[in-house]
T-cell receptor
Framework: EDQVTQSPEALRLQEGESSSLNCSYTVSGLRGLFWYRQDPGKGPEFLFTLYSAGEEKEKERLKATLTKKESFLHITAPKPEDSATYLCAVHGSGNTGKLIFGQGTTLQVKP | DTGVSQDPRHKITKRGQNVTFRCDPISEHNRLYWYRQTLGQGPEFLTYFQNEAQLEKSRLLSDRFSAERPKGSFSTLEIQRTEQGDSAMYLC???????????FGQGTRLTVV
């Protein structure tokens, strides 16, 4: 069964303290791994799509990487405005393109 | 605004009442999804439309839930005889192709009292 597990569930950082979020996945034939950011009370906001092992994508202080079993979201020198829940998802089985999400990592960056 | 639009943003209803939510996807997107998200969890897939055809429904979608997408444009999600366990954020997403990114609306927060 397709499954996505994120760790840690919560992460507290000081401003400027770099760290990484982990997303482990089990899926029969990866057709895309997606990272989203979600602010409280709002819908998920798309960040990155990764398709194959070794692929990397960057946006401002965020960098996403992909291996055959997991993905990392690296946050370099975070700022308080990076505080949010970060969600990882993969395509589920079948051809509908439905997403299977992890439970998310809630990041708090203190000034 | 060309993003995914959901209405209402918040809904409080009494147990046993019916509620209906609306989603307007990005105009050129033919694929539309409904998800449900409870506190501290990631979104869970409910149902999928390609144009006007409903092609997949999750086991989470009990017979009290029904979704439509007339003419392949906006979609509605109706919950009949609401229960307290239906309290959640209901999210709509649309995408252009199966492997492209999905864009989400701001969600409808349902509270059943």
């Amino acid at each position: 069964e397709d499954q996505v597990t994120q760790s840690p569930e919560a992460l507290r950082l000081q401003e400027g303290e770099s760290s990484s979020l982990n997303c482990s996945y089990t899926v029969s034939g990866l057709r895309g791994l997606f990272w989203y950011r979600q602010d409280p009370g709002k819908g998920p906001e798309f960040l990155f799509t990764l398709y194959s092992a070794g692929e990397e994508k960057e946006k401002e202080r965020l960098k996403a990487t992909l291996t055959k079993k997991e993905s990392f979201l690296h946050i370099t020198a975070p700022k308080p405005e990076d505080s949010a829940t970060y969600l990882c998802a993969v395509h589920g089985s079948g051809n509908t393109g439905k997403l299977i999400f992890g439970q998310g990592t809630t990041l708090q960056v203190k000034p | 605004d060309t993003g995914v639009s959901q209405d209402p943003r918040h809904k409080i209803t009494k147990r046993g009442q019916n509620v209906t939510f609306r989603c307007d996807p990005i105009s050129e997107h033919n694929r539309l999804y409904w998800y449900r998200q409870t506190l501290g969890q990631g979104p869970e897939f409910l149902t999928y439309f390609q144009n006007e055809a409903q092609l997949e429904k999750s086991r989470l979608l009990s017979d009290r839930f029904s979704a439509e997408r007339p003419k392949g444009s906006f979609s509605t999600l109706e919950i009949q005889r609401t229960e307290q366990g239906d309290s959640a954020m209901y999210l709509c997403a649309s995408r252009l192709g199966a492997n492209t990114e999905a864009f989400f609306g701001q969600g409808t927060r349902l509270t059943v009292v």
